[in-house]
Nanobody, 123 residues
Framework: QVQLVESGGGLVQAGGSLRLSCVASGRTFSSYAMGWFRQAPGKDREFVTTISWNGLTDYENSVKGRFSISRDNAKNTVYLQMNSLKPEDTAVYYC?????????????????WGQGTQVTVSS
């Protein structure tokens, strides 16, 4: 049974920073891509960023230069460092484990999902 557990969400003022963590269990973590998605109220779930097994990354345009994804395979953990946060970043953030070694932007290519962590950015 694969489990993904996110943490690190919260309330922050615009311009502030948060670091999300996602700990994976029950799977060979290092061989698979990991991704972060988010869903704001009334909107579809959207891609934020992904990291492949060997560290290749991709970012949605609105977070480039502000967000950074990383992984520590020894700890089975993926991180999302979020800087210069904006009110439009407010959403529930989900960690996801990919089907293969390289990440994509499409939710259907991710097989396991965490429960989500709320990020709220006040103006």
């Amino acid at each position: 049974q694969v489990q993904l557990v996110e943490s690190g969400g919260g309330l922050v003022q615009a311009g502030g920073s948060l670091r999300l963590s996602c700990v994976a269990s029950g799977r060979t973590f290092s061989s698979y891509a990991m991704g972060w998605f988010r869903q704001a109220p009334g909107k579809d779930r959207e891609f934020v960023t992904t990291i492949s097994w060997n560290g290749l990354t991709d970012y949605e345009n609105s977070v480039k230069g502000r967000f950074s994804i990383s992984r520590d395979n020894a700890k089975n953990t993926v991180y999302l460092q979020m800087n210069s946060l904006k009110p439009e970043d407010t959403a529930v953030y989900y960690c996801a484990a990919g089907r293969g070694s390289y990440g994509t932007r499409w939710p259907d290519n991710y097989v396991h999902w965490g429960q989500g962590t709320q990020v709220t950015v006040s103006s």
